[in-house]
């Protein structure tokens, strides 16, 4: 089962963007979940998680901009983006942690950009 990533666009410097990501009722009860970015030319890395408690982590460089969010009934991840900066520029991506490989998707693509 590949969890989908969805509500990924174009917005300009200092626009916002909510991203979705449905996940498999096994992982979300269960597990942690986390959105992943990758850039051109560059590795996956991890932007937040949230865990089955609803503690989030976030990197540095997203603290204060981003928010990962948990809806129980819908069995979705939620991060959204506030102030996005040319460098936020990726394509999103969500997984359970540990990441499983069978659960990446197409990921949703996000550009940052006047």
């Known amino acids: 089962v590949q969890l989908q990533a969805s509500g990924g666009g174009l917005v300009q410097p200092g626009g916002s963007l909510r991203l979705s990501c449905a996940v498999p009722g096994s992982l979300f009860s269960r597990g942690a979940v986390g959105w992943f970015r990758q850039a051109p030319g560059k590795q996956r890395d991890l932007v937040a998680s949230?865990?089955?408690?609803?503690?989030?982590y976030y990197v540095d460089s997203v603290k204060g901009r981003f928010t990962i969010s948990r809806d129980n009934a819908k069995n979705t991840v939620y991060l959204q983006m506030n102030s996005l900066k040319p460098e936020d520029t990726a394509v999103y991506y969500c997984?359970?942690?540990?990441?499983?490989?069978?659960?990446w998707g197409q990921g949703t693509l996000v550009t940052v950009s006047s």
């Open positions: 949230i865990a089955t408690s609803a503690y989030a």
């Open positions: 997984n359970g942690i540990p990441i499983r490989s069978d659960y």
